[in-house]
């Protein structure tokens, strides 16, 4: 079985700049999550994509938009980025969207943004 | 109003010792789920324990347990037999059913084991 994966490892870009961050769901899994982590804090939550359909968002701006293909695998993208944009991106799969009885999310390494 | 609050920026044990770490959350959500995960300096989050807001008894999971105090709003992680490998931020975080694919998470505890 092959765990959450996530691409690149780290990345450096300038203020302005578009960025595309990319994750491999969990085998079978079939919703995916993104998380924004700052240095020192805790996960915020970007936003959720269930069957290739957005199924929730965070208190995040539009310019952070996201895409899941038919093999559950997902992109985040973020536009026009900001200094305050540098964090650990983490990605997380789950079986299924909103049952809270699947109480597991098996979370990627991350991707680290850096944003000069 | 935070949904999860996490006091203990850091804390420290002594290998072989139990630790307990704080929990705290908000809801009005009758139906939610406790979730403590581990983040080693590696990035990766770590799934240990889970708690469901109609479970009559404490979660355990080998060495974790959670002392679940509902009335409280308190959930707190309890490790026995610390290990040098349990040296990582620790994150407590909630699913409410109502906002159900959402996670919150604390703002974590970095526990250090001493040898």
């Known amino acids: 079985e092959t765990g959450v994966t996530q691409s690149p490892t780290h990345l450096i870009k300038t203020r302005g700049q578009q960025v595309t961050l990319r994750c491999s769901s969990q085998?079978?899994?079939?919703?995916v999550s993104w998380y924004q982590q700052a240095l020192g804090q805790g996960p915020q939550f970007i936003f959720q994509?269930?069957?290739?359909?957005?199924?929730g968002r965070g208190n995040f701006p539009p310019r952070f938009s996201g895409l899941q293909f038919p093999n559950y695998s997902s992109e985040l993208n973020v536009n026009a980025l900001e200094l305050d944009d540098s964090a650990l991106y983490l990605c997380?799969?789950?079986?299924?969207?909103?049952?809270?009885?699947?109480?597991?999310?098996?979370f990627g390494p991350g991707t680290r943004l850096t944003v000069l | 109003a935070q949904k999860i609050t996490q006091t203990q920026p850091g804390m420290f044990v002594q290998e072989k010792e139990a630790v307990t770490l704080d929990c705290t959350y908000d809801?009005?959500?009758?139906?939610?789920?406790l979730f403590w995960y581990k983040q080693p300096s590696s990035g990766e989050m770590i799934f240990l324990i889970y708690?469901?807001?109609?479970?009559?008894q404490n979660a355990t999971e080998g060495r974790y347990s959670l002392n679940f105090q509902k009335a409280r709003k308190s959930a707190n992680l309890v490790i026995s037999a610390s290990q040098l490998g349990d040296s990582a931020m620790y994150f407590c975080?909630?699913?409410?059913?109502?906002?159900?694919?959402?996670?919150?998470f604390g703002t974590g505890t970095s526990l250090t084991v001493i040898p």
């Open positions: 708690q469901g807001s109609y479970d009559q």
């Open positions: 994509y269930y069957r290739e359909e957005e199924n």
């Open positions: 809801t009005s959500d009758p139906s939610y789920g």
């Open positions: 997380a799969s789950s079986p299924g969207g909103n049952i809270i009885s699947y109480n597991e999310q098996f």
């Open positions: 085998s079978g899994h079939n919703t």
């Open positions: 975080a909630m699913r409410e059913e109502r906002t159900g694919n959402q996670f919150y």
